[in-house]
């Protein structure tokens, strides 16, 4: 009872610190929210494109990321590639474009006075850019390279492959069934305005920001949604690869072994013990010498021996071992309570960081928003429930560095 | 009158699109701290950063590695028990951290002694049983709650940062909590318990062992050797598993003083309610009676050009560097121009030309300070070939591509594009707390005074393309050069050579040294000088050294 209201002026303190968001939709059905804030003479912008579940054909994994690096190095009607680096440049404007949880993002970065510019040209960005074929085959190449990560160290390696969903892993044969066809349905499925959402932050007014976003991003219509359904599946790609529960091994440099565990974050779960979960897991000390930590795909667990001297079977089994029993064990009231309260003061931290607060309005938009009455109410049941389903055995991925032998030989806990 | 309005708006305009610099203000707290503040109407957090000056360069030869070591057992976490008063408790902590610290020691010798001979008895795992014992008791005195960390139960999170030059953490958590962070920094600075020394030392070795060796450290350690600033910790790696915590804590004590650290506070609060706070308990640290400067070797730029060659990672990757002035020199401003016309950007000469024309890297950037810049560092280039083309190739081009900069006057769009761009990230730079307050402590730690990053854009502003040109013809010349040509590992094996110049140097190193630490940290510096060599140079060596050994020896 105590903790009310502590939790009802920390929120108050939150939202009271954060610039008011001001939403309109223009015609063509693009969602704007505006953030206004004259500190600095700055705006950022943040362009999202929602990837709908089916988008992707089966058979045609890694569709996303090949059309994503094929339109990073495409020209537009009006700007060959290098010209259109040159104008970003001149104008010392930061454009990036990311591939991101369900859908894409364009991230902006300017100087107030080349506001015009920048949202000009991230329009030109998406309303003409012309995906050249003979761009493909070098992009299915730089694709796999991407998705290798020579460059990483083997730890980072190895989550990269842990984290993504085996089943929608690409391969080189996905990659090369992919065809301009694909891609161009594709594109006509997602870069679309009723699809977007633009986040505006930073040193403009609401009717500026309309009337930049009208003169800019108003005549983005939405292309005819393809008339023929979902390409087939070539018949080599029609099955689907078989789900690896165990990575390949990737060489340590070093003689010690280090095993991996992903799980997921399960798509059922609501956000609200998600957050609570993502603060109490990592400093679980029961775990030890497990290591936790959380982000925003899943949970990761990591147990080395240093010298290599353990079988990896029986890390494997150790590491297993501890998560399951501390799934088990649960969280205590005061745990929660404690969670709650500290999940409600670090709303806060979010005024300290402009990305964080894009980052939230654009959660809240797409409906993956913390709603603060659902976290006041939830249970600790709730809490040990959301737990259990989080590291269900059978929903972890495990991977090892160095060592010799298989992880899951022995029977699992 | 309309006309002097409209004049007036339009400057007023203009003035709000100019980039203004913080206001910064600055205290010095009676210990010899030294206090900014940046106020930030509005925000409902604090950004609250300790900036020590010194870092990796300062530490002695004895204690290599020990920063790295205090930004995880001191800063990495925020424990209740590590803020203990005098008292009972803290005695019980005290003596049972000095027990296991003994066990530990005990016990590294006892494997290095079964490690040579593995035949005879051993006292292994008594000494492991009594370890596990203390470790128990220990765990007793350890708050199991899973959100023991203080700074995590309110909301917040803190980090910390090891260069060079600096050890800088930095604390974000709700303004309420700003009492609260001052009394816990002055306390964990004071107690300096550092509970979970042992934890923290394992995983930092492990994190260094499975990194495994860097190319940059390996440039660094061949351009600017004899100082710490080449050093790579890898290479000492012995010297840490035997720090010990009572060693750690004698470190914390000499370099984490008031008079070498700075506070920056970035927040929605005023100087009249901060420093009273910051002076209570941060103010209250004891100030040493005598100031100890380190005194370090000098570097010189002239050391001729230095090739190495390894086979390392998994990329054919050209590193070059130069050795370049330390921050606070004329020409680092200038430099920094050069750096971001080079490759500041997808237009930059390296990303256009190399890059996008003719396709010979896949990867180029370019850093300044490297590894710091208080002490003379380097401009480094680092270029990934792409497929197909050699590092010859790559070589050649960055080579020409230094020559035309020196020689073509610069074109006017690309200035104002490179100035551009510096711009917006300066803006950026001020608009982040974190951002900003990690720009004032560097330049401070670095350059010894925080306006440097201030004054930066109004310096480069100033700057003219000449002389950026003459500073790149003085600086970025064959002799101030180092290249690094790293070619991927094979999967196999490493260099068999230095495998063998290993083995040959441990065993003479055997033969005069008998503490095994120290034994170990000859051999690895060895074995870093001898990666300057050309492998023609590599095998006479090991030649020599293996004439040195004893025939059943060798």
């Given at each position: 009872?105590?903790?009310?209201?502590?939790?009802?002026?920390?929120?108050?303190?939150?939202?009271?610190?954060?610039?008011?968001?001001?939403?309109?939709t223009?015609?063509?059905?693009l969602?704007?929210?505006?953030?206004?804030?004259?500190?600095?003479?700055?705006?950022?912008?943040?362009?999202?494109?929602?990837?709908?579940?089916?988008?992707?054909?089966?058979?045609?994994?890694?569709?996303?990321?090949?059309?994503?690096?094929?339109?990073?190095?495409?020209?537009?009607?009006?700007?060959?590639?290098?010209?259109?680096?040159?104008?970003?440049?001149?104008?010392?404007?930061?454009?990036?474009?990311?591939?991101?949880?369900?859908?894409?993002?364009?991230?902006?970065?300017?100087r107030?006075?080349?506001?015009?510019?920048?949202?000009?040209?991230?329009?030109?960005?998406?309303?003409?850019?012309?995906?050249?074929?003979?761009?493909?085959?070098?992009?299915?190449?730089?694709?796999?390279?991407q998705l290798?990560?020579?460059w990483?160290?083997?730890?980072?390696?190895?989550?990269?492959?842990?984290?993504?969903?085996?089943?929608?892993?690409?391969?080189?044969?996905?990659?090369?069934?992919?065809?301009?066809?694909?891609?161009?349905?594709?594109?006509?499925?997602v870069?679309?305005?009723?699809r977007?959402?633009?986040?505006?932050?930073?040193?403009?007014?609401?009717?500026?920001?309309?009337?930049?976003?009208?003169?800019?991003?108003?005549?983005?219509?939405?292309?005819?949604?393809?008339?023929?359904?979902?390409p087939?599946?070539?018949?080599?790609?029609?099955?689907p690869?078989?789900?690896?529960?165990?990575?390949?091994?990737?060489?340590?440099?070093?003689?010690?072994?280090?095993?991996?565990?992903?799980?997921?974050?399960?798509?059922?779960?609501?956000?609200?013990?998600?957050?609570?979960?993502?603060?109490?897991?990592?400093?679980?000390?029961?775990?030890?010498?497990?290591?936790?930590?959380?982000?925003?795909?899943?949970?990761v667990?990591?147990?080395?021996?240093?010298?290599?001297a353990?079988?990896?079977?029986?890390?494997?089994?150790?590491?297993?071992?501890?998560?399951?029993?501390?799934?088990?064990?649960?969280?205590?009231?005061?745990?929660?309570?404690?969670?709650?309260?500290?999940?409600?003061?670090?709303?806060?931290?979010?005024?300290?960081?402009?990305?964080?607060?894009?980052?939230?309005?654009?959660?809240?938009?797409?409906?993956?928003?913390?709603?603060?009455?659902?976290?006041?109410?939830?249970?600790?049941?709730?809490?040990?429930?959301?737990?259990?389903?989080?590291?269900?055995?059978?929903?972890?991925?495990?991977g090892?560095?160095?060592?010799?032998?298989?992880?899951?030989?022995?029977?699992?806990? | 009158?309309?006309?002097?309005?409209?004049?007036?708006?339009?400057?007023?305009?203009?003035?709000?699109?100019?980039?203004?610099?913080?206001?910064v203000?600055?205290?010095?707290?009676?210990?010899?701290?030294?206090?900014?503040?940046?106020?930030?109407?509005?925000?409902?957090?604090?950004?609250?950063?300790?900036?020590?000056?010194?870092?990796?360069?300062?530490?002695?030869?004895?204690?290599?590695?020990?920063?790295?070591?205090?930004?995880?057992?001191?800063?990495?976490?925020?424990?209740?028990?590590?803020?203990?008063?005098?008292?009972?408790?803290?005695?019980?902590?005290?003596?049972?951290?000095?027990?296991?610290?003994?066990?530990?020691?005990?016990?590294?010798?006892?494997?290095?002694?079964?490690?040579?001979?593995?035949?005879?008895?051993?006292?292994?795992?008594?000494?492991?049983?009594?370890?596990?014992?203390?470790?128990?008791?220990l765990k007793?005195?350890?708050?199991?709650s899973?959100?023991?960390?203080?700074?995590?139960?309110?909301?917040?999170?803190?980090?910390?940062?090891?260069?060079?030059?600096?050890?800088?953490?930095?604390?974000?958590?709700?303004?309420?909590?700003?009492?609260f962070?001052?009394?816990?920094?002055?306390?964990?600075?004071?107690?300096?318990?550092?509970?979970?020394?042992?934890?923290?030392?394992?995983?930092?070795?492990?994190?260094?062992?499975?990194?495994?060796?860097?190319?940059?450290?390996?440039?660094?350690?061949?351009?600017?050797?004899?100082?710490?600033?080449?050093r790579?910790?890898?290479?000492?790696?012995?010297?840490?598993?035997?720090?010990?915590?009572?060693?750690?804590?004698?470190?914390?004590?000499?370099?984490?003083?008031?008079?070498?650290?700075?506070?920056?506070?970035?927040?929605?609060?005023?100087?009249?309610?901060?420093?009273?706070?910051?002076?209570?308990?941060?103010?209250?640290?004891?100030?040493?009676l005598?100031?100890?400067?380190?005194?370090?070797?000098?570097?010189?730029?002239?050391?001729?050009?230095?090739?190495?060659?390894?086979?390392?990672?998994?990329?054919?990757?050209?590193?070059?560097?130069?050795?370049?002035?330390?921050?606070?020199?004329?020409?680092?401003?200038?430099?920094?121009?050069?750096?971001?016309?080079?490759?500041?950007?997808?237009?930059?000469?390296?990303?256009?030309?190399?890059?996008?024309?003719?396709?010979?890297?896949?990867?180029?950037?370019?850093?300044?300070?490297?590894?710091?810049?208080?002490?003379?560092?380097?401009?480094?280039?680092?270029?990934?070939?792409?497929?197909?083309?050699s590092l010859?190739?790559?070589?050649?081009?960055?080579?020409?591509?230094?020559?035309?900069?020196?020689?073509?006057?610069?074109?006017?769009?690309?200035?104002?594009?490179?100035?551009?761009?510096?711009?917006?990230?300066?803006?950026?730079?001020?608009?982040?707390?974190?951002?900003?307050?990690?720009?004032?402590?560097?330049?401070?730690?670095?350059?010894g005074?925080?306006?440097?990053?201030?004054?930066?854009?109004?310096?480069?502003?100033?700057?003219?393309?000449?002389?950026?040109?003459?500073?790149?013809?003085?600086?970025?010349?064959?002799?101030?050069?180092?290249?690094?040509?790293?070619?991927?590992?094979?999967?196999?094996?490493?260099?068999?050579?230095?495998?063998?110049?290993?083995?040959?140097?441990?065993?003479?190193?055997?033969?005069?040294?008998?503490?095994?630490?120290q034994?170990?940290?000859?051999?690895?510096?060895?074995?870093?000088?001898?990666?300057?060599?050309?492998v023609?140079?590599?095998?006479?060596?090991?030649?020599?050294?293996?004439?040195?050994?004893?025939?059943?020896?060798?």
């Amino acid at each position: 009872m105590k903790a009310a209201p502590v939790l009802l002026v920390a929120a108050a303190i939150s939202l009271q610190a954060q610039p008011r968001v001001q939403a309109f939709t223009l015609p063509n059905g693009l969602r704007v929210l505006h953030m206004e804030d004259h500190e600095h003479p700055l705006v950022r912008a943040r362009l999202f494109l929602r990837i709908e579940p089916g988008t992707v054909p089966p058979g045609r994994q890694g569709l996303p990321l090949l059309f994503q690096g094929l339109f990073d190095h495409a020209e537009t009607a009006d700007l060959k590639a290098g010209e259109l680096d040159r104008t970003l440049d001149d104008s010392g404007i930061q454009l990036t474009q990311s591939a991101e949880p369900g859908g894409f993002s364009w991230r902006l970065l300017a100087r107030s006075r080349e506001q015009d510019r920048a949202m000009g040209l991230l329009a030109d960005r998406l309303m003409r850019t012309i995906l050249d074929p003979s761009l493909l085959q070098a992009q299915r190449l730089a694709c796999l390279r991407q998705l290798d990560q020579p460059w990483e160290s083997p730890q980072a390696r190895l989550r990269q492959t842990l984290t993504m969903e085996p089943a929608a892993r690409p391969t080189a044969g996905s990659l090369g069934a992919i065809t301009l066809q694909d891609l161009l349905d594709f594109r006509a499925r997602v870069v679309r305005p009723d699809r977007a959402i633009l986040i505006l932050h930073g040193d403009l007014g609401l009717e500026q920001a309309k009337r930049l976003v009208l003169l800019s991003l108003g005549p983005w219509t939405a292309q005819p949604l393809p008339a023929r359904g979902l390409p087939r599946p070539s018949p080599a790609a029609a099955a689907p690869p078989p789900v690896p529960q165990e990575a390949p091994p990737i060489p340590l440099p070093d003689s010690g072994t280090l095993v991996l565990a992903f799980a997921p974050r399960p798509e059922d779960l609501a956000l609200e013990p998600v957050e609570l979960l993502n603060l109490l897991v990592p400093g679980q000390t029961s775990l030890l010498p497990v290591r936790v930590e959380t982000g925003e795909d899943g949970l990761v667990a990591a147990l080395d021996d240093g010298d290599g001297a353990s079988p990896r079977v029986s890390l494997g089994s150790l590491l297993h071992e501890r998560l399951e029993s501390f799934r088990r064990k649960g969280f205590t009231q005061t745990d929660l309570d404690r969670a709650r309260a500290a999940w409600f003061a670090r709303r806060s931290l979010d005024s300290l960081h402009p990305e964080a607060q894009m980052d939230r309005t654009l959660a809240e938009a797409l409906g993956r928003g913390v709603d603060e009455g659902r976290m006041k109410a939830l249970t600790l049941s709730a809490l040990n429930a959301a737990l259990q389903i989080w590291l269900d055995p059978a929903r972890l991925r495990i991977g090892a560095l160095g060592g010799s032998g298989g992880l899951l030989a022995g029977p699992r806990p | 009158m309309r006309l002097l309005l409209a004049m007036l708006a339009t400057t007023l305009a203009l003035h709000g699109q100019m980039p203004r610099p913080s206001e910064v203000q600055e205290r010095r707290l009676a210990n010899g701290a030294r206090l900014l503040l940046v106020e930030r109407p509005g925000l409902s957090a604090f950004n609250g950063t300790l900036v020590f000056q010194g870092g990796r360069a300062e530490e002695p030869a004895a204690a290599v590695g020990a920063t790295d070591l205090l930004a995880e057992a001191l800063f990495g976490a925020t424990w209740p028990e590590d803020l203990l008063a005098p008292g009972k408790n803290q005695k019980d902590l005290d003596a049972l951290l000095g027990q296991e610290e003994g066990l530990l020691e005990a016990l590294r010798l006892e494997r290095l002694r079964l490690r040579r001979d593995p035949a005879a008895p051993t006292q292994a795992p008594a000494l492991e049983a009594s370890l596990e014992s203390v470790r128990s008791r220990l765990k007793t005195l350890f708050s199991e709650s899973p959100l023991a960390d203080l700074y995590t139960a309110r909301g917040g999170r803190q980090k910390a940062e090891v260069s060079a030059d600096a050890l800088l953490v930095q604390t974000e958590l709700p303004l309420e909590s700003f009492e609260f962070w001052c009394r816990t920094e002055a306390q964990r600075l004071q107690t300096l318990q550092l509970s979970r020394f042992s934890q923290a030392r394992a995983s930092l070795v492990r994190e260094l062992r499975s990194q495994g060796p860097q190319g940059m450290a390996l440039l660094c350690g061949a351009a600017l050797p004899g100082h710490p600033y080449g050093r790579e910790l890898l290479d000492y790696l012995p010297s840490l598993e035997a720090l010990r915590w009572s060693d750690l804590r004698a470190h914390a004590r000499r370099s984490l003083r008031p008079d070498r650290m700075m506070i920056i506070l970035v927040g929605s609060f005023s100087m009249e309610r901060v420093l009273p706070v910051v002076e209570r308990q941060l103010g209250s640290l004891p100030s040493p009676l005598l100031r100890e400067e380190s005194i370090l070797p000098e570097i010189t730029p002239d050391l001729g050009d230095r090739r190495v060659q390894a086979t390392l990672g998994a990329a054919s990757r050209l590193l070059t560097g130069w050795r370049t002035p330390p921050r606070e020199h004329p020409d680092h401003l200038a430099l920094r121009m050069a750096a971001q016309l080079l490759a500041g950007g997808p237009t930059s000469r390296l990303q256009s030309n190399l890059m996008r024309m003719k396709g010979l890297a896949q990867r180029a950037q370019m850093s300044l300070d490297v590894p710091g810049g208080r002490f003379p560092g380097l401009l480094v280039a680092d270029l990934w070939a792409s497929e197909g083309h050699s590092l010859a190739e790559v070589e050649v081009a960055l080579h020409s591509e230094i020559l035309r900069f020196q020689q073509d006057p610069i074109p006017q769009d690309e200035w104002l594009r490179a100035l551009a761009q510096l711009e917006t990230e300066h803006l950026r730079r001020e608009d982040e707390p974190g951002a900003l307050a990690r720009a004032l402590g560097l330049a401070w730690a670095e350059g010894g005074d925080w306006h440097l990053a201030e004054l930066e854009i109004q310096r480069l502003r100033a700057l003219l393309p000449e002389v950026v040109q003459q500073a790149v013809r003085v600086w970025l010349k064959p002799s101030h050069r180092t290249t690094v040509l790293l070619e991927p590992t094979p999967a196999t094996s490493q260099d068999p050579v230095e495998a063998k110049l290993v083995q040959v140097l441990k065993t003479l190193a055997a033969l005069r040294i008998t503490d095994p630490a120290q034994r170990e940290r000859l051999v690895a510096e060895g074995v870093r000088q001898l990666r300057m060599l050309s492998v023609e140079e590599r095998l006479r060596t090991l030649t020599l050294l293996e004439a040195q050994l004893a025939p059943e020896k060798r």
